[in-house]
């Protein structure tokens, strides 16, 4: 897992203020939409009856989840910031909603309360996210399913508070786990873009720091339209609905029977 220091939590960083409104109106319906409906599919698959999400932001899997799974299961959504869960809040669910704010590193639910948790596109905040599974695991009742998602570790970058994973170390964070499968998701498209558009900004920034280098910022903003027209050109061959989002890993694994 590669991630760099910081002052404060992760996850209470980037979260509050201004961003939970952004976040829902912006980035939810650009980005997150259909890879949540997707995954919203998939976690419903086993009709789970208790489920806890952890970490679920202003709601877009929990919305889904609460449609595809109807009444007769129950769903607790929580978040570290309460500003995330207004936002679900106010939105709505097909069916009811528990909204609770919650750090995914102390869980405030009895052992083996669920059949089902989920942590999307969030597990790359936990600071301790060998302690994050323990208490995922704790929550679930004995043969409990785990759906978590995460960043993946290509787009590294020191300044970064976010935690990257490779296939390799998220499966190893659930090594005593049954049925453990990883799937990657998101668009390699994407992932491209983003990763060019860092590269040429790296050297913009070197080379428009003198007086005279900075005659060819107008030739920077022409390859930032060029990169991101030319992704939007090929996103058009990605294969599923995730591709979106930048590349990531979901995890699913079943906690192990009591022997
Ligand atoms: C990128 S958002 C994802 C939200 C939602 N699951 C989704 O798919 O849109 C990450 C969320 O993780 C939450 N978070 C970060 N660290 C957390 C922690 N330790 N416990 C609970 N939530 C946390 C943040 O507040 C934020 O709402």
């Known amino acids: 897992m590669t991630k760099t220091s910081s002052p404060g939590?992760?996850?209470?960083?980037?979260?509050?203020?201004?961003?939970?409104?952004?976040?829902?109106?912006?980035?939810?319906?650009?980005i997150f939409e259909?890879?949540?409906?997707?995954?919203?599919r998939r976690a419903a698959a086993s009709k789970p009856r208790r489920v806890l999400e952890v970490a679920a932001g202003t709601g877009v899997v929990t919305r889904r989840l609460a449609?595809?799974?109807?009444?007769?299961?129950?769903i607790v959504a929580t978040d570290l910031n309460p500003a995330m869960l207004e936002q679900a809040a106010a939105l709505g669910t097909d069916a009811p909603v528990e909204w609770r704010t919650a750090d995914a590193l102390a869980l405030p639910f009895e052992d083996g309360s669920f059949d089902l948790v989920t942590c999307v596109q969030s597990f790359?905040?936990?600071?301790?996210?060998?302690?994050?599974?323990?208490?995922?695991?704790?929550?679930l009742r004995p043969g409990g399913s785990a759906l978590v998602s995460s960043v993946v570790g290509f787009e590294y970058d020191r300044r970064n508070f976010e935690a990257r994973y490779t296939e390799h170390?998220?499966?190893?964070?659930?090594g005593d786990w049954d049925d453990v499968r990883v799937r990657e998701d998101g668009g390699r498209v994407v992932?491209?873009?983003?990763?060019?558009?860092s590269l040429v900004h790296g050297l913009e920034q070197r080379v428009t720091a003198s007086t005279a280098g900075r005659i060819l910022r107008p030739a920077f903003l022409a390859s930032y339209?060029?990169?991101?027209?030319?992704?939007?050109?090929l996103r058009g061959f990605e294969r599923d609905d995730t591709s979106a989002l930048p590349m990531n890993l979901t995890l699913t694994a079943r906690k192990p029977d009591l022997a």
């Open 9 to 30: 939590r992760a996850g209470d960083l980037a979260f509050t203020g201004a961003v939970p409104e952004m976040y829902q109106r912006c980035m939810v319906p650009l």
């Open 34 to 40: 259909p890879y949540a409906a997707d995954l919203a």
């Open 67 to 74: 449609a595809a799974l109807g009444p007769e299961s129950t």
């Open 124 to 139: 790359h905040y936990m600071d301790d996210p060998g302690h994050a599974v323990r208490e995922i695991a704790r929550v």
């Open 169 to 174: 170390e998220l499966r190893a964070l659930f």
């Open 191 to 197: 992932s491209w873009t983003v990763l060019t558009g």
């Open 225 to 233: 339209a060029l990169v991101n027209a030319t992704g939007l050109a």
